[in-house]
């Protein structure tokens, strides 16, 4: 085939290419990128980032209900951005069934996060063509954290918000005129709105004219023209500082859950070094040659044009900071890389990417060595043995760009090792920034998308397992709803938790179902920082108390070993849970003294029973004879006299005891046990911190009418 044939058969599909304006390719992204996370969303089947998921979940559907924020039927006005819950409303205004809604929330994610695409476009846009600007679009919606939106996480709406930001703000840098710079406050405003994080957009938009100014070496004179933006900031800051003085509040009120995490202490040294480590892993997450393109550029900017200087000045200004804010919370906090909170920087290096390739691979040779080198070797400083492996699994939610390296490490490549298999990936993609040819510069943004699927790929696999498993700890109904299709999802539901139980018991439930409101602790606190109540038995009566004062709901929620007074009405047969149509006001049947959380006895516990009319109760027993291999011997006592016994041996499948109940003037019934011999687990198991003196365990209590 002669070159001229070549040329025609090519010739073609790219004039067809270019005959299709821009803005309909950008739709196009947007619109493949929805359906793709709409087909991800599919696959996750319940919220496993507990609580967060669950907070926001419940902010949209009392937002949907009543027009307001309520949290376990507590108002959470301040206390959580008001734009997402917004966002997710209309999921749960719309179906009745959470199933539907939960659908219908994540597909509104999936465009709410596409949407990137746009400003990402247009940020790229004032400094390109058309074709490199879509790519950088396209980037910018295929990245590993567009998997969010599987997630009813902020990060699906800050994603977008922070782009727009910074696109706004290099317009403001670029002509700061009143009109544009008072858009940018608004969206900074908009923008902590949905994540008290934006709050570092404020010291970005006062640091990036400074470096602007640098850049461009016009000293105060090139300052003097962003008196507007100064002007406005502080009018602006005036003013919301007096709106609060007024109202009786501080600045430090708006950061509403997160207002502690401002007035701990913080270590500079510690800051500094995770601030090494969050940008080694962002480097990796990145690809390398993103990351590299964007410090060389950033090394040109006095030698580039205007819009690209402006665009840099914005994009090292929030970077820096960024990096800063999220070190300094993890560096007292979190104790981990934080990339969830730090991915919203991705789409700037992806247009550095498109921009240097764009002007044809400018490869000054000392900054294009320095830019390879720091770019290359950074990986090096990731604490890979510290942030993988057993016992961090948080990385699976939190630091997307090490899941494609935890892989590596399931494939054979040791831990201690595995920062050498990363060196190599990161030095090879270094090699590829600093020396592919010109001609062949369009292949980078073609690598990074590959190996951005391939980090997705790993990403997904573990999100679906964490989905399905966080679904099979807290419900194992067919239905996911199956507490509002039992009552009906305007009904009144409480939830009372039990230390016997794992807490996604209640959480997935209340996810799943309206009608599960307020939350109780019938023992110790539920480990997730939500509102709940804790409860107490009257031991004269089995009334719950809450506050000293009687509990009223119709229907409960409750482990089934819980014994609630009422009517069980379903069942999660599996996960031991069940609706009760509750006698009101709430009340037990029966209380134990004597029984830990873990089912183990003390050597001797009791039983007392409530309106109690006779009958006999059935003790559900197990010995454990890795504990103590010698029979047991539970005795039996109910009003003094010894009314019965049993003699427990390893040998004993399921053993019992049961014991009649005689109720005295009172209307209880109370058995006394006594459990010979006990054991202490620290005395008789090497390694065992366990100092309780233990007698047998006891599994329940089965009530016998007369």
């Keep these: 085939m002669s070159s001229l044939t070549v040329q025609a058969v090519l010739g073609r599909p790219l004039t067809l290419v270019r005959a299709v304006p821009a803005w309909a390719w950008l739709v196009g992204i947007v619109v493949l990128s929805c359906a793709a996370r709409y087909a991800f969303g599919r696959r996750i089947v319940a919220p496993w980032i507990m609580v967060d998921e669950l907070v926001y979940a419940e902010l949209a559907k009392s937002l949907a209900a009543t027009g307001e924020l309520w949290l376990r039927e507590i108002r959470a006005r301040g ?34 996060f596409s949407l990137a695409a746009v400003p990402t476009y247009f940020l790229a846009r004032r400094m390109v063509a058309p074709g490199p600007a879509l790519a950088a679009a396209l980037l910018a919606v295929i990245v590993p954290g567009s998997l969010y939106s599987g997630m009813l996480m902020t990060e699906n709406v800050f994603y977008p918000l922070v782009v727009t930001a910074v696109l706004v703000l290099v317009l403001a840098l670029e002509r700061p005129t009143p009109l544009r710079v008072a858009l940018l406050l608004g969206l900074v405003a908009v923008a902590f709105a949905a994540r008290v994080q934006a709050v570092v957009l404020v010291p970005a938009v006062l640091t990036a004219p400074l470096l602007l100014v640098a850049a461009e070496r016009s000293g105060l004179r090139g300052l003097a023209r962003f008196r507007w933006l100064y002007a406005l900031s502080a009018a602006a800051a005036l003013a919301v500082v007096a709106v609060l003085a007024v109202r009786g509040r501080t600045p430090l009120d708006l950061l509403g859950v997160y207002r502690g995490v401002s007035e701990q202490p913080y270590e500079p040294v510690e800051i500094a070094r995770w601030a090494l480590y969050h940008v080694a892993e962002l480097d990796l997450a990145l690809g390398v040659a993103p990351f590299a393109a964007f410090l060389l550029l950033a090394s040109l900017a006095p030698r580039l044009g205007a819009r690209e200087r402006a665009f840099l000045a914005a994009s090292v200004a929030l970077s820096i900071w960024m990096v800063v804010q999220v070190a300094a919370f993890a560096s007292r906090y979190a104790l981990r890389i934080e990339e969830r909170n730090l991915f919203h920087l991705f789409p700037l290096f992806l247009v550095a990417l498109v921009v240097w390739v764009d002007r044809g691979l400018p490869r000054p040779r000392v900054r294009t060595a320095v830019a390879a080198v720091v770019a290359g070797a950074l990986p090096l400083l990731v604490p890979f043995d510290r942030l993988l492996g057993p016992g961090n699994v948080s990385a699976t939610s939190d630091t997307f760009g090490l899941l494609l390296w935890w892989d590596v490490w399931e494939w054979g490549v040791p831990l201690e090792w595995l920062w050498l298999a990363a060196l190599a990936v990161s030095v090879a993609l270094a090699l590829v920034f600093a ?36 679904l099979y700890q807290g419900i194992t109904h067919p239905q996911r709803d199956w507490v509002d299709r039992a009552v009906g ?21 209340e996810f799943f179902s309206r009608s599960v409101g307020r939350v109780y602790a019938l023992d110790g606190v539920m480990p997730t920082g939500l509102p709940q109540t804790p409860l107490e038995a009257d031991p004269e009566t089995g009334r719950l108390l809450a506050g000293g004062g009687p509990v009223e709901h119709r229907y409960a929620l409750v482990d089934e070993n819980v014994p609630l007074a009422g009517t069980v009405v379903a069942r999660d047969r599996v996960k031991g849970m069940a609706v009760v149509e509750a006698d009101r006001p709430l009340r037990l049947e029966h209380l134990t003294d004597g029984i830990y959380a873990d089912a183990w006895s003390e050597p001797s516990f009791t039983y007392r029973r409530f309106e109690c009319e006779g009958g006999s109760v059935r003790v559900l027993l197990e010995k454990d004879a890795n504990l103590l291999a010698a029979p047991q011997r539970i005795v039996a006592r109910a009003g003094g006299s010894r009314d019965a016994e049993r003699t427990v041996t390893a040998r004993d499948v399921d053993p019992t005891l049961e014991v009649p109940l005689r109720p005295n003037p009172g209307g209880r019934c109370e058995v006394r046990f006594v459990v010979t011999p006990t054991a202490v687990p620290a005395e008789v198991r090497p390694g065992s911190e366990d100092t309780r003196r233990l007698g047998i365990r006891v599994l329940g209590f089965e009530y016998r009418s007369p």
Excluded: C, M
């Design 79 to 112: 206390a959580f951005g008001v734009v997402y819950p917004l966002v997710l409303a209309p999921a749960y205004l719309v179906h009745e069934s959470v199933p539907s809604a939960y659908a219908l929330a994540k597909t509104i994610n999936g465009f709410v």
């Design 435 to 470: 020396l592919l040819p010109r001609r062949l510069g369009v292949l980078l943004p073609v690598l990074v998308a590959a190996f951005f699927v391939l980090s997705a790929y790993s990403v997904e696999h573990r999100i679906r397992t964490a989905s399905i498993g966080h």
């Design 489 to 509: 999802a305007d009904a009144d539901v409480a939830a009372l938790w039990t230390a016997r139980r794992d807490w996604l018991t209640v959480l997935q439930n």
